[in-house]
Nanobody, 116 residues
């Protein structure tokens, strides 16, 4: 069973930055892709960014060049560098990994709060 553990969330003022990390462990295979979703109270979970083993990346429309997703060479850690944060970015951020046959695995989530 794959386990995903996020870290790096917290509180920041508008315009600030945070870097989220997610480490995958326990699987017998390399995850084909890893990414980040977020969910604010009363809203649906939405894709923030994803990165495939090929290097292909995908971002949510709202990112607008502010966030950068990356992955380590071993393929078991994914990062999300978030700059120019705004109050609308306040949410719980979840790490997701995709295994064989697009099997999805989720982390427990980390809170990001942007407030003055």
């Amino acid at each position: 069973q794959v386990r995903l553990v996020e870290s790096g969330g917290g509180s920041v003022q508008p315009g600030g930055s945070l870097r989220l990390s997610c480490v995958a462990s326990g699987g017998r295979f390399t995850l084909n892709a890893m990414g980040w979703y977020r969910q604010a109270p009363g809203t649906e979970r939405e894709l923030v960014a994803s990165i495939h083993v090929s290097g292909l990346v995908n971002y949510g429309d709202f990112v607008k060049g502010r966030f950068t997703i990356s992955r380590n060479k071993a393929g078991n850690t994914v990062y999300l560098q978030m700059n120019s944060l705004a109050s609308e970015d306040t949410a719980v951020y979840y790490c997701k990994g995709w295994g064989p046959a697009s099997t999805g695995f989720w982390g427990q989530g980390t809170q990001v709060t942007v407030s003055s």
